[in-house]
Structures are given as structure tokens and as C-alpha cells.
């Protein structure tokens, strides 16, 4: 029997209209500014000719350069404190029950929730009276990388629990279960039954994580202390003198970071999901 193919409707057009629309609105700025990165005029939105001198100029400048490598090590330092914090979290309220668990949940969405400024306000108070407190005893201590760490564990920790708390609801409690009945303990149950099928949501949880570390601006600026400055908040300081190329070649670097980090995601989604053993019905 053969079959016709109807033609669109009016509805299904505007629909794809609108799709169109929507990412051209999301992307057609990326893309002007990838663009402009390479161009050979120091007016932003003027194009010059091609260059790669502002991705030069990006990599000689020191104060740039050190900004970087401080947002690499906040980035890499509070994603693992914030997965094993996160994880742990998303487990205790979705595997048990206790005590003021609607509390702990509840306080757990709130950096979620807040503004960023008041997120920021909040670690500027906090690190300022743990300061003074620990020079009262005589502990000399001042703002820097670890305040900045610590400050992006505190929202990162909620972004990373509601990912893997996800996957954990979703999840069949009969396998483990079955584990446990063939004589497995918790911790090879654990490892060999539950961290497999959570492990995507960790992942996906670890890159949320290290992408706001990598863009926050607002909390760093409170946290930070001499020789803390991240590259957000250095490209934010440069903005506020003038708007040159070189901020668009940063730009881009920072958006190639994050394209390459889903990259990574997916190719490791995908080797899991090729190696996962596909059950025979013979």
C-alpha cells in the first residue's frame, strides 16, 4: 500500500519558523563574535582583515595568562570537592530517610535559588569574620585561591546533587537488590551495580560544575583576595576600561573550553553505552 506524503501544514512551518528564530537568536551573537576575533582593527564590531594578533596578544599578556591558570585550578579543585560533596548529598536524600531531611533538602536548593550577589555577600561576610577570628589566635590568614574555591563549592555542590539525584530516582532498585541477594556487600554492589548507571549523571553534574566555576563573576569578585583574580572577573575589569579584540579572542577560548568539555562528555557517553554487554535471548 502506497502512501502520500501530506503536505506541511501552516502550523508545522511557523513551528520550524520559530526554531530557527530561537537558535538564531542563541548563536548568530557567538558567531559574530568568533568572527570579529579575528579581526585586524581594533574596533570591536569592525572588520579589518584576518588576524590571529589578539589570540597572540591574549597568550603574551602575563596578567591574562595567570587569570587562566587561577580559574583552572579553582574550576578543577571545587568540581571534585563539588561531586563527591554533590553525590554523597543526592544519595542521603534519595536513599534514606532521617531527622529534618525536608530541611536539608530545602537548604540544599537555596544557593540554587538566591541571587548571585547575595550568594557573594554572604562568603564576603563569612570569610571576613573566619579571617578575623583566626588572626585573633593568632593564625594569619587573608583571602585568595581558597576562599575562591570554597565559594564556588558552596553553589556548585547544589547544581551537582540535583543532577545525580536525578539519575538516582530514575534508577531500578531491583538490581541492586539482586546484587545483594547474590552475596555482594554494599561496596561491591556499589561500584559494580550503582556508580555504572549513576555515572552519566556525574558527569553531567561534574561539567555543570566546572562551567560555573569557569564563568562565575559576581561571587568571585566578593571571595577574591590579592592573586585570585580569574579570567572572568580580569575580562570583566577590562570591559569597564574599554572594549578591545582581545576580550573576543578570550571570549572564544573560554567558549572552545566548554564545547571541548561536552565533547568529552559524549565521547565517554558513548563508550560506555558501546560497551555495555547487550543481554542475548537465546
Known amino acids: 500500500m502506497t502512501t502520500i506524503a501530506r503536505p506541511r501544514n501552516l502550523g508545522s512551518r511557523l513551528l520550524g519558523l520559530q526554531a530557527a528564530l530561537v537558535y538564531a537568536f542563541f548563536y548568530l551573537p557567538i558567531l559574530v563574535l ?16 584576518f588576524t590571529l594578533g589578539w589570540y597572540e596578544a591574549f597568550w603574551n599578556d602575563q596578567e591574562l595568562t595567570d587569570s587562566l591558570w587561577v580559574s583552572l585550578q579553582v574550576a578543577a579543585s571545587s568540581t571534585v570537592i563539588s561531586v563527591v560533596l554533590g553525590t554523597l548529598a543526592a544519595f ?16 540544599l536548593y537555596l544557593p540554587i535559588i538566591i541571587p548571585d550577589v547575595t550568594m557573594g555577600i554572604m562568603m564576603l561576610i563569612f570569610f ?17 585561591i581558597g576562599t575562591v574555591t570554597l565559594s564556588h563549592i558552596a553553589f556548585n555542590i547544589s547544581f551537582v546533587s540535583v543532577v545525580v539525584r536525578a539519575r538516582l530516582s530514575g534508577m531500578d ?34 561539567l555543570l560544575a566546572i562551567t560555573l566555576s569557569l564563568d562565575d563573576v559576581v561571587v568571585t569578585q566578593f571571595s ?29 577560548v573560554m ?12 565521547i565517554v557517553g558513548g563508550l560506555r553505552s558501546s560497551s555495555t554487554p547487550v543481554a542475548n535471548d537465546d
Do not use: C, H
Open 34 to 49: 568568533v568572527i570579529f576575533s579575528f579581526s585586524d582593527d581594533r574596533l570591536v564590531g569592525r572588520w579589518g582583515g
Open 92 to 107: 542521603s536524600l534519595e536513599r534514606f530517610r532521617f531527622r529534618g531531611q525536608r530541611v536539608f533538602d530545602a537548604l
Open 128 to 144: 571576613s569574620e573566619g579571617i578575623d577570628l583566626l588572626d585573633s589566635v593568632g593564625i594569619e590568614a587573608s583571602k585568595g
Open 173 to 206: 532498585t531491583n538490581l541492586e537488590e539482586a546484587a545483594m541477594d547474590l552475596y555482594a556487600t554494599r561496596w561491591q554492589t556499589f561500584w559494580r551495580v550503582t556508580f555504572p548507571q549513576i555515572l552519566p549523571g556525574i558527569i553531567g553534574g561534574a
Open 224 to 252: 577574591a583576595g590579592p592573586g585570585a583574580t580569574t579570567l572572568p572577573v580580569r575580562v570583566f575589569s577590562l570591559i569597564r576600561k574599554g572594549v578591545t579584540p582581545i576580550i573576543n579572542a578570550v571570549s572564544v
Open 255 to 266: 567558549l572552545v573550553a566548554s564545547l571541548l568539555l561536552v565533547v568529552v562528555s559524549l
